[in-house]
């Protein structure tokens, strides 16, 4: 018996998908200036927290020597009433009311 052999080109059934590798592109300019626009804005909150940093400082420094020293409280005695309560008549006042 003859063996069945292909003629031509034989043709498979499963493909597989070619890749297409793309280049590289260059850094698009959005996005360097999106970058440099980020190193200025750190650099200036760098700059603001050394200056506020410096001025809580002042701030501390100048409260301190400013600032009065605490008064002592003193304790008030209170004299007791120099005339007797009347009771009765408080009593006569409330139910007044």
């Known amino acids: 018996m003859g063996k069945n052999k292909p003629k031509g080109k034989q043709t ?3 493909q597989v998908a070619t890749k297409h590798l793309k280049a590289k592109n260059k850094a698009k300019p959005v996005r360097t200036t999106l970058k440099h626009i980020k190193a200025v ?5 760098e700059n603001l927290n ?3 940093s410096e001025i809580q400082r002042d701030v501390a420094s100048v409260s301190k020597s ?3 020293e605490p008064k002592k409280q003193t304790q008030v005695v209170k004299e007791p009433p120099k005339e007797p309560v009347n009771v009765d008549s408080a009593a006569q006042l409330f139910s007044q009311l």
């Open 66 to 68: 400013v600032a009065p």
């Open 50 to 52: 050394q200056i506020f």
């Open 12 to 14: 498979c059934v499963f």
């Open 41 to 45: 804005k750190n650099e200036t909150v």
